[in-house]
């Protein structure tokens, strides 16, 4: 294989697994090359990779070292990624009534949720998550791709109690669109106790379903290790929930006008 076939072949392998460290005997018995010529390769990698903006290459030193590749993304990126977003939800036909806007065909887009899922996995690297948790529906594609640059797996916590969840732990929360009371569910088995988690959610107005998810990991001894919100509405002031991330904050929806007013989070790194 020619060096810039290894290189590409390098890269693609470090990016499809984020934080994943690599030996370099892997890739010596993988090319059969030499460990000189694997090391020169991936110092190749690590321009190309870097160059790109999106992360870099870390190389560890010692018997158990090796190299892996670290999501990342530059600022400019994610002040485009803030502007798509804003565009997005400024479009006249998502205006469903009530203040309230459609959303899924944005939650459930790969190429936005991806650059959502770096910011967040910028934001909360040293956090030190061993889970990423959000609760059902359209905040898993944005929690899902957040843990895998982070490298962790996901909890789901359900609005309602599956039998194939085994036994579960359920509480009563009040979430902050209403104040009718609703239940939430989460199953034992979902992360080891002593852990921690990072909740990560679609959309926050009052904070009442990120309070419970906080409040039902307590009950399995889970702490939380920060909240990262996608769209966290201005309204109200006082949210149920402090100290969180949000990527954008979503203002007054005028229906009669057909007008959004989005403001990207200015403090997002």
Avoid: W
Wanted: some cysteine.
């Amino acid at each position: 294989m020619k060096r810039s076939h290894r290189v590409g072949a390098i890269c693609q392998i470090l990016t499809e697994s984020p934080e994943q460290v690599f030996n370099l005997k892997y890739f010596c018995d993988k090319f059969s090359a030499a460990k000189s010529s694997i090391s020169e390769d991936i110092s190749a990698a690590g321009e190309a990779v870097k160059a790109a903006g999106y992360g870099y290459i870390q190389t560890m030193s010692g018997a158990s070292g090796g190299v892996k590749y670290v999501p990342d993304i530059s600022p400019e990126k994610a002040k485009e990624v803030q502007k798509n977003l804003c565009n997005l939800l400024r479009e006249e036909n998502r205006i469903l009534g009530g203040g309230f806007l459609y959303t899924s065909d944005i939650m459930y887009n790969p190429a936005v949720v991806k650059g959502m899922a770096q910011i967040f996995a910028k934001k909360f690297r040293t956090a030190g998550a061993n889970y990423v948790a959000t609760i059902e529906t359209k905040g898993i594609p944005v929690a899902f791709m957040t843990a895998h640059l982070l490298n962790i797996p996901v909890i789901v916590v359900r609005r309602e109690t599956k039998i194939s969840e085994g036994a579960t732990v359920s509480i009563n929360y009040f979430p902050g669109s209403s104040e009718r009371l609703q239940k939430m569910s989460i199953s034992k088995r979902a992360a080891a106790p002593g852990s921690k988690a990072l909740i990560i959610d679609d959309f926050m107005r009052g904070g009442g379903s990120i309070k419970g998810i906080a409040e039902i990991l307590s009950e399995v001894e889970i702490q939380v290790a920060g909240i990262g919100v996608a769209i966290v509405n201005i309204e109200p002031a006082g949210k149920k929930v402090s100290d969180y991330f949000p990527i954008v904050h979503l203002g007054k929806v005028n229906e009669e006008n057909k007008s959004v007013e989005v403001i990207p989070n200015c403090q997002i790194f």
